[in-house]
């Protein structure tokens, strides 16, 4: 969010930045707001200039024993009319306060021009499409058919764009996520966070969802006072976990991960990708977060696009990375790649990891500063998220581009691998005392590593 002070010296180029973002946001409304608050500071300043004159001169009386009362009486009125002015200067602030909130970030200088998707440009590619001697099925024929996904179940139980897992299509999500997180944390140098799935409004907030985005959002009341947003993406509380704070030399640079359930009302989005799970209101997605100085944030955005890009190269996925045009990237971001799988069922490349800079935006509205040497005064950290996958559509990928002609689906080495980490419950066993581990691997249901009749994994 950009102070008031920034706005009035750059209504021009906020205006252009706007329109060339495909969404005009004319500022004539805070202009008139904002004279209209210098108006009421003025006269705020004058009318407490004149008590304290008024004042001293009613002791001046009082001392002097003369009558005073037809000055105490014009205090009353001053008095009253304070109170208005202040009431009316509280109720232009917050109008001001909401058209700040409103205006989007600037793009970067390398951001391409263009209006939509459509103008996106492709930076590079990897792998190459399988090639099938059938016709390759949608991921949610094939789910349908091995009966790993049940989407009329899933209607049934919550509505449309919601889908439930069943056996080897729920242990599947679960080894992606386990998969993903474990690449991220032992290689990558990733803190795992598994923050609060409800967040309050100043969290959704900070990292721009409110007020611009509250239609898109679930909220849940919590009382007349207070309400709380289920998230729409790890982002929004991993981001804010410093909000309000001075983080100390030496603390910068941050990675952290997280996965969450995501919580999506798709409202702008109806009669789009109805099939399947790619457009779900409830989907997983293993996030990644980094807050660094701000000399190196591109430098960082570089390196999570390739931390994002990793995952998909182990798992044998072809894919593109596109840089969103100025009509395309999103509200807070100043620089976006998107990473599209290949989805053979489909024929068409789909987004399965966005990777953003917001620059000081985010920072800004949630007040995330860094000092850079003791002492010094603090600055705003830069602030950077990608997904590190979506999970549900790593699954849609897996199923299309690893099927078999005879219905199965070759799970990929590297699941199989996690499957059988996770079985041995190695981590939990390093942990905790090894009685816990054995307790606990007598009670848990690892990923199958057998052949069976849906899945291939071996």
Avoid at 3 to 15: G, H, L, P, S, T
Avoid at 116 to 136: H, L, S, T, Y
């Amino acid at each position: 969010m950009f102070d008031a002070k920034f706005v009035r010296n750059n209504i021009e180029a906020i205006e252009r930045m706007t329109a060339h973002r495909g969404e005009p946001f004319y500022l004539d409304k805070f202009v008139q707001l904002d004279e209209e608050n210098s108006h009421l500071r003025t006269r705020l300043e004058e009318m407490q200039h004149k008590i304290n004159v008024v004042s001293k001169k009613i002791g001046q009386l009082k001392r002097e024993n003369k009558e005073s009362s037809s000055l105490q009486e014009e205090m009353k009125d001053v008095s009253a009319e304070i109170k208005d002015l202040k009431k009316k200067k509280v109720e232009v602030e917050s109008s001001i306060q909401e058209i700040l909130l409103r205006i989007p970030n600037f793009p970067h200088d390398s951001v391409p021009e263009g209006k939509g998707e459509e103008d996106n440009p492709e930076v590079k590619r990897w792998g190459r499409p399988p090639e099938f001697d059938f016709a390759p099925q949608a991921h949610w024929d094939i789910g349908e058919k091995l009966d790993i996904l049940d989407f009329k179940r899933g209607a049934k139980l919550a509505g449309a764009r919601f889908t439930l897992y069943k056996g080897q299509g729920a242990c599947l999500e679960r080894a992606l996520i386990n998969f993903m997180l474990d690449v991220h944390t032992r290689e990558k140098g990733y803190q795992e966070i598994l923050p609060p799935f409800m967040v309050n409004r100043a969290t959704m907030t900070g990292t721009g969802q409110l007020p611009k985005f509250e239609e898109d959002l679930f909220r849940v009341f919590k009382d007349e006072n207070e309400d709380f947003f289920l998230i729409p993406t790890a982002e929004v509380p991993v981001t804010n976990i410093y909000s309000q704070e001075i983080l100390e030399p030496g603390q910068l640079p941050i990675y952290f991960t997280a996965y969450t359930p995501c919580f999506r009302r798709e409202a702008g989005s109806y009669g789009k990708d109805t099939r399947g799970l790619i457009r779900q209101h409830q989907f997983n997605k293993v996030e990644l977060v980094k807050m660094v100085e701000p000399e190196n944030s591109y430098q960082e955005l570089e390196r999570l696009l390739e931390d994002a890009e990793d995952i998909l190269k182990r798992l044998g996925l072809h894919y593109r990375v596109v840089t969103l045009c100025a009509g395309d990237i999103g509200f807070a971001a100043s620089k976006t790649y998107d990473i599209e799988v290949w989805l053979p069922g489909q024929h068409a490349y789909r987004e399965i990891s966005s990777c953003s800079n917001f620059e000081d935006f985010q920072a800004r509205r949630a007040s995330i500063r860094y000092r850079p040497v003791a002492g010094a005064k603090p600055e705003l950290v830069h602030t950077l998220n990608g997904s590190g996958l979506a999970v549900g559509r790593t699954l849609v990928a897996i199923l299309e581009n690893y099927q078999q002609k005879d219905g199965s689906v070759v799970i990929p080495e590297v699941l199989r691998r996690t499957a059988k980490r996770h079985e041995t419950l190695f981590m939990i066993q390093r942990i905790w005392p090894r009685c816990v581990g054995k307790a606990l691997a007598a009670h848990t249901r690892p990923v199958s590593l057998q052949r069976g009749r849906l899945l291939v994994y071996a």
